[in-house]
């Protein structure tokens, strides 16, 4: 069973954005449930490479959206501290604890999406 599943309150309203968060949640999905099965470190490391990735990926596209952006400050600074605690996941991360970071991580990211990416939605969405 997946740890988090897509709802439409996690919709930001900009259809690129909902989908490169759909994909964020995938791979905590994933990492989820091999950490679940008693997956290997190395393949648990592997898969929170490639969460880190999209993750930095996924927050450069939304900050090369800033320009003009009353929240840009506040917003780049969450970033920056959601990239540090995947980092600090990937760091320590053995099959005992990938399960709860997982949900911490999920906990971080459902967080930002409905709180500070929604209001960075509404904005975009208003002045387009
Ligand atoms: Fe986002
Ligand atoms: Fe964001």
């Known amino acids: 069973m997946p740890l988090v599943v897509w709802k439409d309150e996690f919709s930001i309203g900009v259809p690129m954005f909902d989908a490169e ?3 964020l949640l995938d791979i905590i999905n994933a990492l989820h449930d091999q950490a679940m099965a008693g997956a ?3 393949q648990l490391a592997a898969t929170c490479d490639r969460l880190m990735a999209h993750t930095v990926t996924h927050f450069d596209h939304e900050e090369a959206r800033f320009e003009g952006y009353p929240r840009a400050e506040e917003h780049r600074r969450m970033h920056a501290k ?3 605690r995947v980092a600090a996941f990937r760091r320590d991360i053995t099959g ?3 399960v709860d970071g997982t949900k911490l991580i999920t906990d971080w990211l459902a967080h930002h999406i409905t709180g500070e990416d929604k209001t960075f939605g509404a904005w975009i969405s208003g002045i387009h």
């Open 21 to 23: 968060h759909q994909d």
């Open 40 to 42: 290997p470190s190395e």
């Open 82 to 84: 959601l990239k540090e």
């Open 96 to 98: 005992n604890n990938a």
